[in-house]
Nanobody, 123 residues
Framework: QVHVVESGGGLVQAGGSLRLSCAAS????????VGWFRQAPGKEREFVAA????????EYVDSVKGRFTISRDNAKNTVYLQMNSLVPEDTAVYYC????????????????WGQGTQVTVSS
């Protein structure tokens, strides 16, 4: 089992950048796949990006391709989401989720979720 905590959210102007971090506990985190999801007010939680335990495979929702990059540093038990060229539509609470050998865009792929970090993009 792992415990994940998100950080790095904040308020940024359109066109700006933020880097979110997902820090995990547990000695076996290197075997956990991680997904980032987001939830805007009044909307369902949606998939943003995922990275396999090895880091060799990544997946993105079409709306963030070319702007967001997911990466991991297993030595630091941390997964990052670099977000560039932000637009107001990216405003949401961003959640990190993880599971042993998990990977993919479905929320059911992951059992362990953080509390979320707010990202607000002003126009």
């Amino acid at each position: 089992q792992v415990h994940v905590v998100e950080s790095g959210g904040g308020l940024v102007q359109a066109g700006g950048s933020l880097r979110l971090s997902c820090a995990a506990s547990g000695r076996t985190f290197s075997y956990y796949g991680v997904g980032w999801f987001r939830q805007a007010p009044g909307k369902e939680r949606e998939f943003v990006a995922a990275i396999a335990w090895s880091g060799g495979s990544t997946e993105y929702v079409d709306s963030v391709k070319g702007r967001f990059t997911i990466s991991r540093d297993n030595a630091k038990n941390t997964v990052y989401l670099q977000m560039n060229s932000l637009v107001p539509e990216d405003t949401a609470v961003y959640y990190c989720a993880a599971d042993f050998m998990g990977y993919g865009s479905g929320k059911r792929e992951y059992r362990y979720w953080g509390q979320g970090t707010q990202v607000t993009v002003s126009s």
